[in-house]
């Protein structure tokens, strides 16, 4: 598995690894991040619509700061959409692996469902115990950023088959959501699974750990994101992402984000996919740590 390196030429760079194959795990999406020791200064964390997992590697630490002022070391594991107002990543000279989990996987993987890590940050070690201390050891031995995600993907592949997956009637609905980019209409899914209202927005929330209108502007704040990434005009995407004006499209990324469309629009941390460090043509690498 070769690697894909991102670049950036400002203060803030780090080198982003990403594998070339997709998982073998299904809703799983993974890169390596490595910080080249020239700013102390973080990345803003943009949410997205999985669970996210940073695995710690290198010297240095990795530190996330959130709105609410709490702040995690080290492994750590985000809840879907990474809870709400700005997010913070910073450290010097640390390695990561991120991992991405859609939520219809990732209650198997983490063992617990999205909804108990309550939107918060967590040490990943409260989650997994001795497990998240030996992958990360693991990991930190292996000696390149292809070995690492071959060994991460093996990793997730063993916790997904002894976990619970979600309701299908749960994962049918969220795969309407995402497939409307959240433009749905969520009081006519529970029709589409024959269940009450009451019952649908329940098990979904309790799997998936948002509610259904919740998750559905989730949805559409992260298609708007990666439009806006790609250099598209706020105007137009906000009257072709569903939002009623473009003002509202503003409210809508300060408030999962904490920063303005033109600020979201050049954020790196979208770098784990397509649409990373808009302009900058990616180069084959395999980069070892």
């Not at 194959?21 to 390596?32: D, K, L, N, T």
């Not at 990943?124 to 990360?136: C, E, F, K, P, T």
């Amino acid at each position: 598995m070769r690697s894909i390196v991102r670049e950036r030429a400002d203060a803030l760079a780090w080198d982003v690894a990403a594998p070339e194959r997709p998982s073998r795990v299904a809703g799983v999406s993974m890169a390596g991040f490595r910080d080249r020791g020239g700013s102390a200064a973080g990345h803003r964390a943009v949410p997205h619509p999985a669970v996210s997992l940073a695995l710690e590697l290198g010297a240095g630490p990795l530190i996330v700061d959130d709105a609410a002022g709490r702040r995690q070391r080290g492994s750590v594991v985000a809840g879907l959409g990474l809870g709400s107002g700005a997010m913070w990543v910073r450290g010097e000279r640390f390695e990561a692996v991120q991992v991405r989990l859609s939520p219809l996987v990732a209650r198997e993987i983490l063992g617990v469902s999205p909804a108990e890590l309550d939107g918060a940050v967590i040490a990943l070690g409260d989650l997994w115990g001795r497990d998240a201390a030996r992958i990360g050891e693991r990991l930190s031995e292996t000696s390149s950023w292809e070995e690492r995600f071959a060994l991460m993907d093996a990793f997730l592949a063993r916790r997904r088959e002894t976990g619970s997956p979600v309701d299908p009637e749960v994962a049918w609905a969220w795969d309407r959501i995402v497939g409307g980019r959240g433009l749905v209409r969520v009081d006519r899914l529970a029709a589409g699974v024959g269940w009450s209202r009451k019952r649908l927005w329940s098990r979904f929330q309790a799997q998936i750990g948002l509610p259904p209108k919740r998750a559905a502007r989730l949805v559409r704040f992260d298609h708007a994101a990666h439009r806006l990434a790609a250099g598209e005009d706020a105007a137009r995407v906000a009257a072709e992402a569903g939002y009623a004006d473009q003002p509202h499209l503003h409210r809508d990324v300060v408030a999962f984000t904490g920063a303005t469309p033109v600020t979201v629009a050049g954020e790196p941390w979208l770098a784990v996919d397509d649409v990373a460090w808009p302009g900058r043509k990616p180069r084959a690498s395999s980069f070892r740590a």
